[in-house]
Structures are given as structure tokens and as C-alpha cells.
């Protein structure tokens, strides 16, 4: 979707500021929200890309507005809602008023470390890779309104793939309940000028990682 | 009530305090999570999870060429062989800066980030001015950083689109010919393997 979340190429948002010497966390409810996140991925109740698309349905000055983790309390909230797991009263009340939904399984303190290890997004192959290292492709000029991971500043331009990741699960299809749909996935080149104009700097190249569906021949 | 040790000293909790203690009481009184567990998995977080993990696979690859060429070939497979505290996931790519080249890594989407070999992200990688312009005008973001590159140097900016995740193998700096692995670490920062700093030049370490 062409969200606030999309934000490669905007102007204004200003300079970048690093803290000197920053916490892991700036307040203990960082660490509750992201090690929930955790623990509902691990019992999955729903996919990484869900949890994405949550986020990016906010509205755009509720997005921009929180920081980083109340955005995934916000998106978890969401989903929680809509996949049946809570009801708006009892997120709102603090308390379970039903029973919970079932799920295959729990993050207890035992299996902590599996649940930490990133799981893997490669999914057999479901036809051999349509494009190698060298070929020029055009990424497609497509807006879908759902979940996508190819960026509005890198549609429909040329690039050159530079590398073939394998086949992973598709984030398009994740996202909205429709299943693996397995892709391959390439990083996917640009130049400067192709995605910013002449008067681009002439030194910086740009990729962006782009599974198969995203391109063209060129 | 699940208990909370762990909240804040004040005696007002905020709209946000509440909201996700208010959440995690219903995960938990409907059976889906351990408080327990979610303590274990902050105190990894803030305990073992870091960007020494990536210090020591930067530092590595500058001391071993074989374990380098392991790298580039394939990071996860290469980390791995380094048994250290965290797991390393699949599809873990890294990047070698070169005199011609320098690699700089962000995720204009969402925050895709190498928690595995770095911890979490700072709340400047997050930031809407670093996804905004990293990708349109890194040399700008560089600047930021107090970073300053030849104007020959290809900037090369890779957009995490994907489930991949990137760490920058920075270039070792001169003059540490000679140092040990554990000595070279120190010279490794977080931002170096993210693509906006360099390494620290053997005069700022003992």
C-alpha cells in the first residue's frame, strides 16, 4: 500500500541524530512490547509480514506520530482484534473477559533461545529462477493496496540483478492470509540517476532486495 | 495481574505504561505468553544480544582470510561456524567495503536490521530522516555522522527490502598490522557495520 511508511526519497523529515551512548531500551514497556511480538511469533499467531501490515494501515499521523515500539503495540493490538485472539474491551479493560483462542504453541522460559533464532524465509522452488546475476530488469509499475516490499521510489525502474537470494516466502501473500506463494528474490540494482533524475549523484548506486513477481525483462 | 517488576520508578504511569501493561495482562491471563519467558528474552537483549557479536565477525574476517572468504561467500553459514551466544538466522549477507566502494545499509519500509550479529537498532536507524534519505542522498545522511568520503568513492546504498539482512565488512585500518583478533575487535564499531561511520583508527584504542 502507499503508505506514510514508505518513505524512501521524502524530503523533510530532517537530519539524522544519533545518541551518544543510547540504551538498548529507553523504557522497560520497549522491552514488554518487543519480547510480546516475540512470543506471539513463536506461537505463531501470525506472520512477521502481518505484523508489518498492521503498522502501515495506521493512519498516516497516528504512524508518524509513535515511536517505534508504540507502533508495534499498536500493530499487535490490531491483530490481535482482528484474528479473534482479544476483543477491544478487554485490551481496553486489562483483562482477559474470554477465553483465550488456541495456539500451537508457547514461548516458556525453557525454549527462550529457539524462540529467539530467526526462523527461515526459504520455501522450496516452485520453478526455476527467471532471471541470473548481469540481466537487466524493469521493476513493475504496480500500487497494490495491500502489503508490498517493492518501495515506490524503485518501481518501474531499469536495474541489473547483482545477486539471487533463493526462493523465500512471498511477503505479498504473508501478509494477507494467501498463503507462502514462494519466490525467488534478487537484489536488484539501480543507479542514482534512474531513480532520482539527472542531477542525481553520480557516484551512488541503490538496491533494493525484489522478489520475481516485482519484474520484467528489459 | 501478571506482575511487573520491571516498571518505572515514577509514580505516574503513562498513557503507553498502561496500554501495554493492559496487553500483556490479557496475553497472559488467555494463556498465550510467559512473563517469565518475555523477561529472559529483554534480559538477552540487554545482556548477550549486541554489536560485539558483529565486532568479532568483522574482526575475524580481517585477521583470517579464509573465514573473510567464508563470510562473503555466506554469512549465516560463516557466523555460525563462531558459536556465540546468539543464533544467527538464515540469509545474513555481508558486504565488503573496498578503497572504490563503500556499502551502507538501511530499510526505507519498516527497520529490517541484523539483530542477530548487532542487537536492536538505534532509534536513529528507525527514524523517519534516515529512511527518508539514506537511499536519495547518503552522502548528505554521511555528513550527519560527521563522515566524509573521496568524492570518487562509490556510495553504495542497499534498501533491506526483504527477509535478507546486510552487515557491512568494513575496511581494517592501517597500521594495526601485526594485532591480535581480540585487539583488532576494538577497533570495530556498530556503525561500521552498518555503513555510516568507519572503524576507529588504532590511536583511539589501547
Known amino acids: ?14 537530519k539524522v541524530e544519533p ?17 510480546m511480538q516475540r512470543a506471539m511469533g513463536y506461537a505463531g499467531a501470525w506472520p512477521i509480514d502481518a505484523s508489518r501490515f498492521a503498522q502501515e494501515r495506521l493512519a498516516p499521523q497516528a504512524y508518524l506520530g509513535a515511536s517505534y515500539y508504540q507502533r508495534w503495540a499498536l500493530g499487535m493490538e490490531r491483530n490481535l482484534v482482528e484474528r479473534g485472539y482479544a476483543e477491544t474491551d478487554e485490551l481496553a ?126 | 495481574m501478571a506482575q511487573h ?13 498502561l496500554r501495554v501493561r493492559a496487553l500483556e495482562t490479557v496475553l497472559t491471563e488467555k494463556g498465550y505468553i510467559d512473563p517469565a ?24 574476517a580481517w585477521h583470517d582470510p579464509a573465514f573473510k572468504r567464508a563470510l562473503l561467500d555466506d554469512g549465516s553459514k560463516a557466523v555460525r561456524t563462531l558459536g556465540h551466544e546468539s543464533r544467527v538466522g538464515d540469509h545474513l549477507v555481508a558486504i565488503e567495503n ?5 556499502n551502507m545499509v538501511v530499510c526505507t519500509l519498516c527497520s529490517c536490521y541484523p539483530w542477530d550479529v548487532l542487537g536492536l537498532p538505534p532509534v536513529w536507524y528507525k527514524s523517519a530522516p534516515y529512511r527518508s534519505r539514506a537511499v536519495k542522498d547518503p552522502r548528505g545522511v554521511l555528513a550527519d555522522f560527521g563522515v566524509a568520503l573521496p568524492a570518487s568513492t562509490e556510495i553504495r546504498v542497499w534498501d533491506s527490502t526483504a527477509e535478507t539482512r546486510f552487515l557491512v565488512l568494513p575496511m581494517r585500518p592501517s597500521g594495526t598490522e601485526g594485532w591480535s583478533e581480540d585487539r583488532l575487535t576494538q577497533l570495530v564499531t556498530r556503525d561500521a557495520m552498518i555503513g555510516t561511520g568507519l572503524p576507529k583508527r588504532p590511536d583511539e584504542v589501547t
Not at chain 1, 101 to 109: F, G, M, N, Q
Open chain 1, 19 to 35: 545518541e551518544p551512548n543510547e540504551p538498548v531500551f529507553h523504557a522497560p514497556w520497549e522491552g514488554r512490547v518487543l519480547a
Open chain 1, 93 to 218: 479493560s486489562g483483562r482477559a473477559l474470554r477465553s483465550g483462542k488456541p495456539l500451537a504453541r508457547k514461548l516458556t522460559s525453557d525454549v527462550v533461545s529457539q524462540g529467539m533464532t530467526r526462523g527461515s524465509f526459504y520455501r522450496q522452488a516452485q520453478a526455476p529462477a527467471r532471471f541470473k546475476p548481469g540481466d537487466r530488469v524493469r521493476t513493475k509499475n504496480i500500487h497494490p493496496p495491500t502489503h508490498t516490499r517493492l518501495p515506490r521510489y524503485a518501481r518501474g525502474r531499469l536495474g541489473v540483478i547483482e545477486l539471487v537470494h533463493g526462493c523465500h516466502a512471498f511477503p505479498d501473500t504473508m501478509a494477507i492470509d494467501k498463503g507462502d506463494n514462494p519466490q525467488w528474490l534478487y537484489t536488484v540494482m539501480f543507479e542514482g540517476k534512474e531513480l532520482w533524475g539527472p542531477d542525481a549523484d553520480p557516484t551512488v548506486k541503490i538496491s533494493i532486495d525484489a522478489f520475481e513477481p516485482y519484474l520484467d525483462p528489459a
Open chain 2, 5 to 17: 517488576e520491571h516498571d518505572e520508578h515514577g509514580s505516574e504511569l503513562s498513557e503507553t505504561q
Open chain 2, 98 to 102: 573496498t578503497p572504490a566502494r563503500h
Open chain 2, 37 to 60: 519467558a518475555l523477561d529472559l528474552i529483554i534480559e538477552a537483549y540487554e545482556t548477550k544480544i549486541g554489536p560485539h557479536t558483529g565486532a568479532r565477525v568483522v574482526a575475524k
Open chain 1, 1 to 14: 500500500m502507499n503508505g506514510v511508511h514508505d518513505m524512501g526519497g521524502m524530503d523533510g523529515f530532517g
